[in-house]
């Protein structure tokens, strides 16, 4: 069986992709039709000083209090996974499973908190040197937040002078980030049932999936995608996302197939056609 990841490095390049709980669970869904691709870094708030604090001295927000109520006249699949995620951990409390190694639904929630909220912690979640005090800060928001507060932070949206908050913004960096997050904690249910997402999501998911490329550069075989949820069509159906040989094709639907790239790889459904000793090779977890 091959190991989860915590929370993948790399996953900022999947700009755009999110998770959607069971039909019990989902906020209102508004077909649309998918965006452009191409992805954009994560942008953060800047941390304002308390007013009586030393000087130079910055202090978090105050994590009890929404941030963006006009956050909720938008319209994207962003905002619906955030939503949907957010009435899923409502229902869980904070110490539910996720598929994140060693992170409860209150580890997540203060994950999420920080990384629109806390610009000078959330350099860390990348790894590297800031790891560590990306770690103490998480642990101190999760610590001194309730619960409900951090949902209501996240259900609220983006921080009104994030770049997050500029019109499509939201959309290209978090529609990966919340899909994911939001099957961490289905997924992680037992008995757990994929969704049928919107031929409009898909097509989103897909579209990021491109990105695959930085993902699984270090892969030790090469590695093409194939979704499974279309006739061919004119329209492309396989991504390569690493060109060497052998190689390996990763078939399933663009859901499913975005859990494998992101790590997700004991649940995500899909199949593999290639030599044994390749796909072997893929799917040993030494190599992510």
């Not at 091959?2 to 906020?27: K, S």
Request: with cysteine; hydrophobic share 40%.
């Amino acid at each position: 069986m091959q190991g989860l990841v915590v929370h993948p490095a790399e996953h900022q390049h999947f700009a755009g992709v999110v998770l959607l709980g069971d039909r019990r669970d989902q906020a209102g869904r508004i077909p649309l039709e998918p965006g452009g691709d191409g992805w954009v870094e994560h942008c953060f708030l800047l941390v304002r000083a308390v007013r009586g604090s030393p000087p130079g001295l910055a202090q978090p927000r105050d994590f009890s209090q929404g941030s963006n109520p006009a956050y909720h006249q938008q319209v994207s699949y962003s905002r619906e996974e955030r939503l949907a995620l957010c009435a899923l951990l409502d229902k869980t409390g904070p110490d539910a499973p996720t598929l994140c190694e060693g992170w409860t639904t209150g580890d997540l929630a203060a994950h999420l908190v920080l990384r629109e909220h806390r610009p000078d912690a959330a350099a860390g979640v990348m790894g590297g040197p800031l790891a560590g005090y990306t770690a103490r800060v998480q642990e101190r928001i999760k610590a001194r937040t309730p619960f409900p507060d951090l949902v209501r932070m996240i259900r609220s949206g983006p921080p009104t002078l994030s770049f997050m908050a500029l019109p499509g913004m939201d959309e290209r960096v978090n529609a990966v980030e919340y899909f994911v997050h939001h099957e961490d904690v289905r997924r992680a249910a037992p008995e757990w049932d994929p969704r049928e997402l919107s031929s409009g999501e898909s097509g989103v998911l897909w579209q990021r999936l491109r990105a695959a490329r930085l993902m699984l550069r270090r892969a030790p075989v090469g590695v093409e995608l194939a979704r499974d949820d279309m006739e061919a069509d004119g329209r492309a159906y396989r991504i390569t996302a690493r060109n060497a040989t052998p190689a390996v094709t990763v078939i399933g639907s663009p859901a499913e197939l975005t859990m494998w790239v992101m790590g997700r790889t004991t649940a995500a459904r899909v199949r593999f056609d290639g030599t044994e000793a390749a796909v072997g090779k893929l799917t040993a977890p030494s190599w992510r």
